[in-house]
């Protein structure tokens, strides 16, 4: 399969060729700067030069190819709102280029905290109530286009998707837990974040491209919920110092733009992703890593 890729020298994508090109696929790669295109062709991939900010780019990509898997999001998360207005023109522009076609779609997107005393799973359905919507909101509409032609899926990835190189949401705690000397959690940091191994979310995007079902919604899930207490903690042994949980207000002077999603409780489950497509993570742990290496 040609598959074109979005995201394809990010943190994910990157392990996603991988992924790809054991498989036997060709991929081919969008890429906005020389230095992403050169790392593309080195990898053995084909370069369709853009961004992801430019919908009849995606547009061309996605007619060119035989099916489409769309990871790239933007890092700028004090913007987040208009991150997400840039990726709903993003997948609005691919589902229009494969109407019909019965091509594969796969959407990235982020867990759900709909759920209430019980951990998230597939069947619930997207928030797109107010900062919900950045994720939820292109999610509804690739699950939607399974009615137009599209075999589309969509990849919920949790806070943490990490290995050594970085470890999602986690890494801006460690970040300011070095740069102020204190690891911080809200409240009594009861809440939970779900996580998942890198190579192990990689593996399920090619498991969805291959064989998802349209309007299928996955969870890239290893643990449904590690506590944010638990990271802080394991943040404080490793760099030295103190760990302990913070005031509401003490806490927005300490994440900023960061707090609510530091506040966060959503706990999923990848019970059905795992009974559906036969995929079984395998990577180390959360805690493991980040008492282990991860901080080294």
Avoid at 197 to 224: I, K, N, T, Y
Wanted: with cysteine.
């Amino acid at each position: 399969m040609r598959v074109f890729l979005t995201g394809a020298t990010g943190f994910i994508g990157s392990i996603i060729i991988e992924e790809l090109l054991v498989a036997g696929h060709q991929v081919e790669g969008l890429a906005r700067t020389d230095e992403a295109a050169a790392k593309l062709t080195g990898w053995g991939v084909g370069v369709r030069r853009g961004e992801v900010a430019q919908p009849e780019i995606l547009a061309e990509g996605a007619r060119a190819s035989d099916g489409v898997i769309h990871c790239a999001f933007g890092v700028d998360f004090a913007n987040y709102v208009a991150m997400g207005q840039t990726d709903l023109r993003a997948v609005q522009a691919m589902v229009e280029a494969l109407a019909g076609t019965g091509k594969p779609l796969v959407v990235t997107s982020g867990m759900t905290a709909h759920a209430v005393g019980r951990p998230s799973t597939e069947a619930d359905p997207a928030q797109t109530e107010g900062m919900a919507a950045v994720r939820g909101a292109p999610e509804d509409l690739a699950l939607a286009s399974a009615q137009r032609g599209i075999r589309s899926t969509v990849v919920r990835l949790p806070p943490s998707v990490h290995d050594l190189q970085a470890q999602g949401l986690v890494s801006m705690l460690i970040m300011q837990a070095r740069q102020t000397g204190l690891s911080a959690y809200v409240g009594d940091g009861a809440n939970r974040w779900p996580a998942v191994h890198r190579r192990d979310a990689a593996r399920l995007f090619r498991l969805a491209l291959e064989s998802g079902q349209p309007g299928q919604r996955l969870h890239a899930v290893a643990e449904e919920g590690v506590s944010l207490r638990a990271i802080a903690e394991a943040i404080g042994k490793k760099l030295g110092i103190p760990a302990r949980g913070l005031t509401p207000d003490e806490a927005a002077a300490h994440f900023g733009w960061l707090v609510p999603f530091a506040a966060n409780d959503v706990p999923a489950s990848s019970a059905v992703t795992q009974a559906t497509l036969g995929w079984r993570p395998t990577g180390p742990g959360l805690l493991d890593g980040l008492l282990g290496d991860y901080l080294a």
